[in-house]
């Protein structure tokens, strides 16, 4: 089970004003929080509720295929899979597949399952730059998105489904496997008249809680990674839920998390000390941002609620951020993952023995100096007042992470009810995506195209 070191965050050493009376709070907030997970709990079967991530652990038929699907693509000669989709249809599997992966697996020629290629932006240099570099012949296409109509995913799939065509013909629709919603969209009919390869995406799952759905975990069967495991590491965080709070790390981060951005502290940064963990931030910006940041409360009045999600990486950001949160305002909650035990083991060798400045680090590991560096950095935190706890991983595999990410989506889910919002909903993003529709000339746009044009868009 994943723990939590939650002592820099205590009032005893930051003081009432930053810090948590953690024991008193716990009791203040038990029934509030057990009430929270009870009633997300009961209304989990409802599909309109959009809880069906907390299901997608519990596996099922729909993983069988995903499993078979990917070993057979694992076993043909295909080296390369480009997966079209942004945001939620993304950033799971970016994080899930760069944390389990072989680190530099897109150097090798060889190696465990596909390399991943995330075509996340509409960026003509980034596309182009990856058609030059893969063989199309060797190349498989995974196009996701769940409302099967998002303007950068679409255009995405126009220019790789032309791509396959030029080169392979007919036989292109056996290289673009598309993932979407059962009914909804137009990928779904697209891919059924092209005679593509689809999985679905269940309506109940929204995109950012999505990556122990098709969306994430076909991608990452197909780099090799033990879906089931994963899955299995989500099912703990599921149990771990309904503990109570004095046994319960997940109720008493979302508990920490609500009660500093109440209290002054709207920043909550993710700081993971480990390489491999680098695109959690982004996965867990997103989720956090687009989660919480809402304009209305449940009950419809204003009030622009949103803790505000900012990404780190230990120990290279002790050299960039490190400072701001240390000296900068004191408006952040640093929440920190250490991982015990590395894959490898590697020792800082003696290779320059007369240089007496490093005989501190030589004979020494990189395994501890990684450690020591975030026990160092949560320590100087917390002598400034700043509070921060640190998450607990024995091991990073892929029961860990499934484990990890779980607990974040639960996080967030409370964090959303104790701040009385939708946490499934993104009103926000809607204004946009209709001005973009009306700039690129989409029809039924035609009097918003005017407007804008007017104001001196185009
Ligand atoms: O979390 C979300 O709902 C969004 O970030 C979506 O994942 C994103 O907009 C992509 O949507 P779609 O999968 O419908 O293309």
């Given amino acids: 089970m994943i723990g939590i070191d939650l002592k820099n965050v205590e009032a005893g050493g930051l003081g009432v004003t930053h810090g948590i009376e953690l024991e008193r709070e716990y009791r203040a907030w038990a029934d509030r929080l057990e009430g929270a997970v009870s009633d997300i709990f009961s209304r989990r079967d409802d599909p309109a509720e959009m809880l069906g991530w907390i299901g997608l652990p519990q596996a099922g038929a729909w993983v069988d295929e995903i499993e078979s699907y990917a070993r057979e693509v694992r076993q043909s000669d295909l080296t390369d899979l480009v997966v079209l989709g942004i945001g939620g249809s993304s950033l799971g599997a970016l994080t899930v597949a760069s944390a389990l992966q072989h680190p530099y697996r897109a150097l090798q020629a060889r190696g465990d399952g596909l390399r991943l290629h995330f075509v996340d932006n509409v960026d003509p240099d980034a596309i182009s730059g990856l058609m030059e570099v893969l063989d199309p012949s060797r190349t498989l296409v995974n196009v996701i998105s769940k409302s099967g109509s998002t303007a950068e995913t679409m255009a995405a799939y126009l220019a790789f489904k032309k791509w396959l065509e030029d080169d392979l013909g007919d036989g292109f629709s056996d290289r673009v496997v598309a993932t979407t919603d059962p009914e909804s969209g137009i990928l779904r009919p697209l891919a059924d008249r092209r005679g593509y390869r689809t999985f679905t995406v269940p309506p109940s799952v929204g995109g950012r809680f999505s990556v122990l759905s098709a969306v994430g975990l076909l991608p ?129 060798p003696d290779s320059e023995p007369e240089l007496e400045q490093l005989a501190y680090l030589a004979g020494e590991s990189f395994n501890r100096l990684i450690n020591a560096e975030q026990a160092a950095t949560g320590h100087a935190l917390a002598q400034h ?74």
């Avoid at 910006?285 to 990486?313: I, N, R, Y």
């Avoid at 209709?434 to 746009?445: E, F, H, K, Q």
Wanted: aromatic content about 8%.
């Fill in 220 to 348: 990452i069967a197909l780099a090799g990674i033990d879906v089931r495991a994963l899955l299995g590491g989500a099912a703990r965080a599921n149990d771990t839920v309904r503990r109570p709070i004095e046994e319960n790390p997940i109720r008493q981060a979302a508990l920490v998390q609500y009660l500093c951005y109440r209290r002054g502290k709207p920043i909550s940064v993710l700081m993971p000390y480990s390489s491999r963990l680098r695109n959690l931030g982004g996965w867990f910006v997103q989720l956090w941002a687009e989660s919480l940041g809402k304009a209305e409360s449940l009950t419809g009045s204003l009030v622009h609620e949103g803790s505000t999600p900012l990404a780190a990486v230990g120990a290279t950001d002790q050299h960039s951020q490190v400072q701001l949160f240390n000296e900068g305002p004191n408006n952040k909650l640093i929440a920190f993952v250490r991982v015990a035990e590395f894959d490898h083991r590697l020792n800082i």
């Fill in 385 to 458: 007042l700043r509070p921060n706890y640190t998450l607990l991983l024995e091991r990073l595999d892929a029961a860990s992470l499934g484990e990890l990410l779980q607990f974040l989506m639960w996080q967030t889910a409370l964090m959303g009810e104790l701040t009385g919002i939708n946490t499934y909903d993104q009103p926000g993003v809607e204004l946009g995506k209709v001005y973009t529709y009306a700039l690129m000339g989409r029809d039924g746009y035609d009097e918003v195209r005017a407007e804008l044009e007017e104001q001196g868009l185009e």
